[in-house]
Every structure is written in structure tokens, then in C-alpha cells.
């Protein structure tokens, strides 16, 4: 199954994470490629959606404010995107702040065992390019290449902050339900992110998408710029199973990373049934 280029792009990232675009930029970059209805879904933020939104009104792009929550389920880290939340929910709001508040205090540790393998000050180094100062990972990654300690992201993710490496500091993210819930409760759609990337056996990943559901997640990432053929299928009849709708998305984080472009990821099979249809019914209940 070949990539094509779609005109909904639903998971992205911008510099409000660890995205190497704008809001802005991304916004822009997304009309040039042709997307028409897109969001942006950083990870444990919405500081980016007010400018992406200006952007996407001139531009004529339909833009979906999204989020990227952290959380924790059978200790490992998986993602909940959540589609169309409400930016103005305060206790929303209050929610991403603790998330912000665990990666600052994760930064720190991760620093410090960066500093005992031998690696002292990078910590300032990684949190230059950060939003609000507080580095995620790839920013340490970014921060190991300049020292010249690791060729790329990708060596630096390999041998220091992969799960379970010497520099990988487990988080206090919020169990996968809660973050089901947060994002429910601000009114948006709970999506699952990439299911096909946690490296989990069938019977497991099986177990994963009930959890999910049963939290009162909606949708499952069936399409994703980096799956092949056989995961698309897989996904795509684990969302017929449970239920559940379909969503597609690049997972886009910037050009450096040249195997992944906007708006381009496999086509959803014909058994899905696509979330923006969800999302369109909500929108117009809500007028
Ligand atoms: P964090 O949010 O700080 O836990 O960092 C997770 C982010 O790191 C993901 O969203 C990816 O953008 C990036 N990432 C995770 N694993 C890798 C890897 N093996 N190579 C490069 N980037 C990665
Ligand atoms: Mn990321
Ligand atoms: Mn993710
Ligand atoms: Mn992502």
C-alpha cells in the first residue's frame, strides 16, 4: 500500500513540542500540500493552536484544535490525541499544566543521568529549543548530536533515552483512562495514537484498544504515515471489532525527518469508518 496525499491531516506537531515548524509555518506548509482540514496535536500542549488558528482562517484551512496527551498504561507510555477539545476549558487547561510540571520534573532527572554517564549541561543546551524551556526527549537527542556525543536523534533515542536505556526516566503520566476522561470531559474526541508503534503482541495490543474503548475512547489511528500495509489492516479491524471510528495522520514533526510529509499516510480501508465524520456531526450539534 502506497502513501497518497490527503486532504485531512489529523496529528501533527509544531514547536509548541517537539515539532521543528511554527504553528504558523505549519499551517502554511500544510495548505501548500494541499490539506484542507487539520490538527494540531502537540504533545501535553494547545499553546500552539491560537496562532495556527489566524493562519489557517487566511489560508482557508479548516483547523482542528488538538492535543497529544502522555499517559500510562501497563507501564509504558502511549498516547491519546485528543480532536476538537475546548481550548477555553479551565480545568482542561489545569490538567495540561501537571503535564507540563511532570516533563519539567522529568527534564531534570534525565539531565542528571545524562550527567553522570559524562554528558554535564545539557539540560540549558536541550532547553534553548524547548517550549517554556522544558525539554522532551528529542531535545536531549538534539542536544547529544550538538555535543557530538551521538550522530542523530535516532542514536541518541538508541543508546540513552529509549525506554529502559540509561538516561530513559519513567513518568508519572496519568493512567491511559484518565487521560480518556480528560479528554472527554473537554469535550473533544479521544483518539488512540499510533497503536501499531508499541511493538505489542496481538493478544496485548487486543487488550490495549478494550481498555480504551471502554474508557470512552472513540477512535483508533488506523493510518499513520510509518505503517506498512499489513498494520493498516490490523488496526482497521480492531476499530470494526470495537466499534470504534478511524482517524489518519502523519504524526508530521518537520522536514528533517524526510520520510514523513504532510498529508501523507496509507488510505483508510473502505470497513473504516473516518472520525472526521465524527467530528463533523459535532460541530454542527454544537451550532
Ligand atoms: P517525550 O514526549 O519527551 O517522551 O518524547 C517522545 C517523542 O520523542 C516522540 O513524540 C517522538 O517525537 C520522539 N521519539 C520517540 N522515540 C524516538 C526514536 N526512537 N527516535 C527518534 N525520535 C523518537
Ligand atoms: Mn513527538
Ligand atoms: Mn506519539
Ligand atoms: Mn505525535
Not at 529549543?129 to 548530536?145: E, G, T, W, Y
Not at 473537554?186 to 471502554?214: C, I, M, N, Q, W
Request: with cysteine; proline share 5%.
Amino acid at each position: 500500500m502506497q502513501n497518497f496525499s490527503s486532504t485531512v491531516d489529523l496529528h501533527t506537531h509544531s514547536t509548541a513540542s517537539d515539532g521543528e515548524l511554527t504553528p504558523v509555518q505549519l499551517v502554511a506548509q500544510a495548505a501548500e500540500a494541499g490539506v484542507s482540514v487539520l490538527a494540531l496535536t502537540d504533545h501535553d500542549s494547545i499553546e500552539g493552536l491560537a496562532a495556527a488558528r489566524i493562519t489557517a482562517s487566511e489560508l482557508g484551512v479548516r483547523l482542528i484544535n488538538g492535543v497529544e496527551l502522555s499517559s500510562r498504561w501497563s507501564s509504558m507510555d502511549i498516547h491519546v490525541v485528543g480532536l476538537g477539545v475546548d481550548v477555553s476549558d479551565v480545568r482542561f487547561r489545569e490538567r495540561l499544566q501537571s503535564q507540563m510540571q511532570r516533563r519539567q520534573e522529568r527534564a531534570q532527572l534525565v539531565a542528571q543521568r545524562l550527567e553522570k554517564l559524562g554528558f554535564p549541561g545539557l539540560f540549558e543546551k536541550a532547553a534553548e529549543s524547548a517550549p517554556q524551556n522544558i525539554p522532551a526527549r528529542p531535545h536531549f537527542a538534539d542536544a547529544l548530536v550538538q555535543a557530538g556525543v551521538c550522530k542523530d536523534r535516532k542514536q541518541a533515542f538508541q543508546r540513552y533515552l529509549a525506554q529502559a536505556k540509561p538516561a530513559y526516566v519513567k513518568t508519572d503520566w496519568p493512567e491511559l483512562v484518565e487521560a480518556v476522561r480528560w479528554i472527554r470531559e473537554a469535550g473533544g474526541v479521544a483518539v488512540l495514537a499510533h497503536p501499531g508503534r508499541y511493538k505489542l503482541t496481538r493478544t496485548k495490543l487486543d487488550r490495549l484498544v478494550k481498555t480504551f474503548s471502554e474508557a470512552g475512547g472513540q477512535a483508533l489511528e488506523v493510518s499513520v504515515a510509518t505503517y506498512g500495509p499489513e498494520m493498516v489492516k490490523q488496526i482497521a479491524d480492531l476499530a470494526e471489532k470495537y466499534g470504534l471510528y478511524a482517524s489518519q495522520g502523519s504524526d508530521y514533526h518537520g522536514p528533517s525527518m524526510r520520510w514523513v510529509q504532510l498529508g501523507r499516510m496509507p488510505a483508510l480501508p473502505g470497513q473504516c469508518r473516518p472520525v472526521a465524520e465524527l467530528l463533523a456531526r459535532k460541530a454542527q450539534s454544537k451550532v
